[in-house]
Nanobody, 111 residues
């Protein structure tokens, strides 16, 4: 059974940083791409960043230059380093691997 567990969210002031983690159980992590999504209140879930199994990354325009996605296949863990946070980055952040979702972690950026 596959489980994804996100952590690292919290409340931060604008301009601050957070680092999210996504720990995966099961044998799907190292061979599959991973994505970080977020869902703001009243909005659809959107893709923030993705990374292939070999480390190629892609970002939404809104986070380019501020967020960095990475992965450690040996630890079955993915990361999202978020710098220069803005209030519009507020939302629940989810990781997705091979169609599986974690429970999400709340990120709140105050102005």
């Amino acid at each position: 059974q596959v489980q994804l567990v996100e952590s690292g969210g919290g409340l931060v002031q604008a301009g601050g940083s957070l680092r999210l983690s996504c720990a995966a159980s099961g044998r799907i992590f190292s061979n599959n791409a991973m994505g970080w999504y977020r869902q703001a209140p009243g909005k659809q879930r959107e893709l923030v960043a993705s990374i292939t199994s070999v480390g190629r990354s892609n970002y939404a325009d809104s986070v380019k230059g501020r967020f960095t996605i990475s992965r450690d296949n040996a630890k079955n863990t993915g990361y999202l380093q978020m710098n220069s946070l803005k209030p519009e980055d507020t939302g629940v952040y989810y990781c997705n691997i091979f169609g599986y979702w974690g429970q999400g972690t709340q990120v709140t950026v105050s102005s």
